[in-house]
């Protein structure tokens, strides 16, 4: 599944072709994904205003309203020519001035497009979100508050989006290896300074993640068709019964909130 960092690349990479540019028109091949598509008239002629990010969410804002996408489990935006023909998952064409057109594939239609009159912040898929990791506020002392009241793991408090977003299965992981805390440890016992570690390992895996592209397993390229990878710095996830990069010993594996967890029972503690 696209993640923060594999979200970032493909902002990144749309960003600058979008941006002071109209949309013409689109062309909507499958208009059921997880939700509806409905795509409002007054969208058509609408300038492109800037694309952001919030978690996993990209937001197209135009002077009318913002266009709200999620790649699903396997899709993809990507910028192509408009003569280009569309393969059988290509579902949606946002035509732009100039013959381009941004292309949305999404093979398994996990995928949706909302468009949001209005401030898009308040839209009901991304209002309750928590922080970004990316902000200053995202801190050792953050996280060691909302482990309050909490008796859970702590790769499920990284991994919960009313938390703190963006830290998938595999970048909980390696952030907490990083970190050196077994995924598995409550909340409860983890000092505020083993915390500050832990935050600062998450910046740290997800930046490194952007540079070089997001993690590709399965379906995920970025904008241009080209894959992540990311998977080549992983140090435990996918390495379960492997060696441990960092001193040796077998890593182990387990599952955590139904998701494949990897540690190393050695440099996690």
């Known amino acids: 599944m696209p993640e923060l960092p594999e979200v970032e690349t493909t902002r990144r990479g749309i960003e600058p072709a979008l941006v002071g540019r109209t949309i013409s028109g689109w062309t909507l091949r499958q208009p059921r994904l997880r939700w509806p598509v409905v795509l409002p008239p007054s969208l058509r002629g609408q300038r492109i205003r800037s694309v952001v990010r919030r978690a996993k969410y990209l937001v197209v804002e135009t002077e009318s309203g913002s266009l709200i996408v999620h790649l699903g489990m396997s899709g993809s935006l990507r910028l192509t020519s408009a003569e280009l023909a569309p393969g059988p998952h290509d579902h949606v064409d946002f035509e732009l001035e100039g ?4 292309r949305l ?25 928590g922080i970004e ?7 050792g ?8 009241k909490r008796r859970v793991a702590i790769k499920q408090m990284l991994m919960d989006a009313r938390v703190v977003v963006g830290v998938g299965n595999i970048y909980a992981n390696e952030s907490l290896f990083r970190a050196g805390i077994r995924p598995r440890v409550s909340v ?10 832990l935050a600062q390992s998450v910046r740290d895996v997800l930046a ?11 379906d995920f390229v970025d904008e241009s068709g080209r ?7 992983l140090n435990v996830y996918g390495r379960e019964d492997l060696p441990c990069y960092q001193c040796g010993a077998v890593l182990k594996g387990l599952r955590i909130g139904q998701r494949a967890t990897v540690y190393c029972p ?4």
């Not at 999404?106 to 009901?124: A, L, M, N, T």
């Not at 990791?133 to 801190?139: C, G, L, R, S, T």
């Not at 409860?188 to 570690?197: D, T, V």
């Not at 490194?208 to 399965?218: K, M, S």
């Open 99 to 102: 013959g381009r057109v941004l």
């Open 105 to 129: 594939t999404d093979p398994r239609r996990f995928g949706s497009i909302h468009f949001h009159e209005g401030d898009w912040r308040e839209h009901w898929l991304i209002k309750e979100l």
């Open 133 to 139: 990791p990316f902000d200053n506020e995202f801190d």
């Open 141 to 148: 002392a953050f996280l060691h508050r909302a482990a309050r």
């Open 188 to 197: 409860s016992r983890i000092s505020r300074e083993r915390y500050s570690l």
């Open 208 to 218: 490194q993640a952007i540079r070089e592209g997001g993690t590709t397993l399965r």
């Open 227 to 233: 894959r992540g990878y990311f998977s080549h710095s």
């Open 266 to 269: 050695n440099c996690q503690r």
